[in-house]
């Protein structure tokens, strides 16, 4: 009986050594997670306060940019009030001196350069006006030619066959267009500018003929020249598809 019990005890014991060992390790496990969380904590802060900090910079400097920026307009508002002022000024002393020219007892030829010289410094103080008018209306002509230059001048014959006649292509359209829009034809007078195919080259895997390009100078109406409005008509005969613009 007695070692019984001592057998008994020391089993106990060993349990309980166990039990504390497995107890230590849970703590130190949990206390190593906390450390582990706390550091990805602080590291998360430490990003957050990098960007606060560059949020802060860039908006310093667009408040910078928008005070540069209204201190330009400022000073453009300024020089123009002065400029105003200036030709205001020079309009009310040459008014001022055209009617001391008109008195019996003026001196003409004294007043007369007086008011030569204030027409000019009045049409130098006109030039920039004067020229941006001028740069404007360059402007407006180059885009109206450029609108021009990039209307639908060019007709497009869609899986026209290539056979032998492709040397004649400016008599093909010819003969399409007769035969396809005979009215249109008796109206207006195309003149062709250049016929090729597109693509320029010819693709052995392509199994659709190359399509012809028209390219045309503006068309005139022969009958009427206000009716030659911008028109554009869809046909399709055959195995051609057609577009007129």
Request: charged residues 35%.
């Amino acid at each position: 009986m007695p070692r019984q019990r001592n057998r008994t005890q020391t089993t106990e014991s060993e349990e309980s050594k166990l039990l504390d060992i497995e107890f230590k390790t849970t703590l130190l496990r949990s206390l190593k997670n906390c450390l582990e969380a706390t550091d990805k904590f602080n590291k998360a802060l430490e990003k957050t306060g990098e960007t606060a900090d560059k949020c802060s910079e860039i908006f310093k400097k667009t408040c910078e940019t928008t005070d540069k920026c209204s201190e330009i307009l400022k000073k453009s508002n300024e020089t123009l009030d002065v400029v105003i002022k200036n030709q205001l000024e020079i309009k009310h002393t040459l008014t001022e001196i055209k009617n001391i020219i008109q008195t019996p007892n003026s001196r003409p030829e004294g007043c007369k350069n007086q008011v030569n010289d204030l027409e000019y410094e009045e049409a130098k103080n006109n030039q920039p006006e004067k020229q941006n008018e001028k740069r404007i209306k360059k402007y407006e002509d180059s885009v109206r030619n450029l609108w021009d230059s990039f209307k639908l001048t060019n007709i497009r014959f869609i899986r026209v066959p290539e056979d032998e006649r492709e040397q004649d292509i400016e008599n093909l359209f010819e003969e399409i267009m007769t035969e396809n829009f005979p009215l249109l034809v008796k109206e207006i007078d195309f003149q062709v500018q250049e016929v090729h195919r597109t693509p320029n080259k010819m693709n052995p895997k392509r199994t659709t003929p190359r399509h012809i390009i028209i390219k045309m100078p503006r068309a005139k109406d022969r009958d009427n020249p206000k009716s030659s409005k911008r028109k554009k008509v869809s046909y399709l005969q055959g195995s051609t598809h057609t577009t007129v613009s």
